[in-house]
């Protein structure tokens, strides 16, 4: 009853078109005023406070502003040519460009809001001009912007690795694979789309100079991950010291193109900003409805409930991938994540589910959730962007949603795929 009075009220608030920050907020205290532990409000500013001096979220507005100085001196062109001269000769040229872009940007931005915002502005335009309906360039930029969630660096990674106090670097590693997997399946239904609907293709294969030239325009972004991820590996450098170090190697490589003008470079600060700004006012509540959920033990009692039916990991997995796939139809992305992470994460513990099986699969539906009717951020940015029509949208992305489902079944039930390159790296 104490599960089903708090996440009840949470979702009827955002329901009645209450942001998820003060749902939070009002539903926790909410939830101790009608169970008599109304005293415990008086941890709120404490607890605001608490869940704001993690020192590893100093590193998510330094992976924003480097994603965004990348963008502004020219990054996502240079990456859109490099993924042009080696797969633009298929069948579908663009739509396959646009999948290989996304996934290449992905370890630049670690967002796929960014990803969909940088990729889209110029991909979307150039495939409807090439002859592809708008709803399926929008469908195409949809699912492959939601790779960026889980190809390191991720920022979701970055926010459920210090929830669970997990180290950064193995869960970096531990989403590489499962992205990689999920960019081929998506690639996999783009060709098949692309001959059985005839779309386009590049008149001649590049040459080897042009994609020698391509390949190391291109190298300075790709570069990117490997500073991130190795370094944090190696001991090098600690998650928040990276990002500064992603942001040091962005400006040198912007300044380095000469394309970002001061006017960019102002716009690239606001909106990181803006969007740092966004994820630290849901961060303060969420941390006091983290500390109701534990302090009340509805966190133990949904143990003990689930592990009184079964203890199969593999059942409880199945169980907490519906339950996410579901009620993404109605949060936001990182709503789930600061609501659903304190929640789930000690019962994935109880069953035996690893950290590095556990946050994959987690962030999987999350890009589900974002393609997901009626709150997918992305399917509507998209729709947007393209002027299509929501249904002819819809139905376009159909088949790479299925991908999607498939590929996060797979990582679901065959830990190696997350678990292998973890393992192997840190022996």
């Not at 999948?99 to 335009?125: C, L, N, R």
């Not at 495939?127 to 949809?142: D, I, L, N």
């Not at 999607?404 to 790296?425: E, N």
Request: net charge negative; charged share 10%; proline share 5%.
């Amino acid at each position: 009853m104490d599960i089903a009075l708090l996440f009840g009220t949470l979702i009827i608030l955002m329901m009645l078109g209450v942001s998820v920050s003060f749902s939070m907020g009002i539903a926790a205290t909410f939830f101790l005023f009608v169970t008599d532990q109304f005293f415990l409000v008086t941890m709120l500013p404490q607890q605001m406070v608490v869940g704001l001096e993690h020192y590893g979220l100093m590193a998510i507005p330094m992976f924003f502003f480097a994603g965004a100085i990348m963008t502004a001196g020219g990054l996502t062109a240079r990456l859109l040519n490099f993924s042009r001269v080696l797969i633009g000769h298929l069948p579908g040229s663009l739509s396959k460009v646009n999948i290989a872009a996304s996934m290449f940007f992905a370890g630049v931005s670690g967002s796929s809001t960014a990803d969909t915002s940088a990729i889209g502005s110029v991909m979307i335009p150039a495939m409807k001009k090439e002859g592809y309906s708008a709803a399926y360039a929008a469908a195409v930029t949809g699912a492959s912007s939601t790779i960026g969630h889980i190809i390191p660096p991720s920022i979701a990674m970055i926010v459920i690795g210090v929830m669970t106090e997990t180290p950064i670097g193995p869960l970096f590693l531990a989403g590489a694979m499962p992205g990689v997997l999920l960019g081929v399946g998506l690639l996999a239904v783009s060709y098949y789309l692309s001959v059985k609907r005839e779309y386009p293709r590049s008149e001649r294969r590049s040459t080897l100079p042009e994609i020698a030239e391509a390949t190391l325009s291109g190298l300075s972004a790709l570069a990117m991950p490997a500073i991130v991820v190795g370094g944090i590996l190696l001991g090098i450098v600690t998650v928040t010291e990276t990002g500064v170090l992603a942001c040091i190697y962005a400006l040198i490589v912007s300044v380095a193109y000469r394309e970002m003008t001061i006017d960019a470079a102002k716009d690239a600060l606001l909106d990181t900003c803006k969007s740092a700004g966004n994820l630290l006012f849901l961060i303060a509540p969420a941390s006091f409805f983290s500390f109701v959920v534990l302090t009340t033990g509805m966190g133990k009692e949904l143990v003990e409930t689930i592990t009184s039916i079964t203890t199969n990991r593999y059942a409880v997995m199945l169980l907490m991938v519906l339950f996410l796939l579901i009620i993404g139809c109605a949060l936001d992305t990182i709503g789930m994540i600061f609501i659903f992470v304190p929640v789930l994460f000690p019962l994935a513990e109880a069953v035996g589910i690893s950290p590095l099986h556990f946050a994959p699969v987690f962030v999987l539906c999350l890009g589900v959730a974002l393609l997901t009717p009626p709150v997918g951020i992305i399917l509507f940015m998209v729709t947007n962007m393209s002027g299509a029509p929501l249904t002819e949208v819809i139905k376009e992305v159909g088949p790479f949603f299925a991908v999607q489902l498939v590929v996060l079944a797979l990582v679901a039930f065959v830990p190696l795929i997350s678990m292998w390159l973890p393992g192997l790296m840190m022996q």
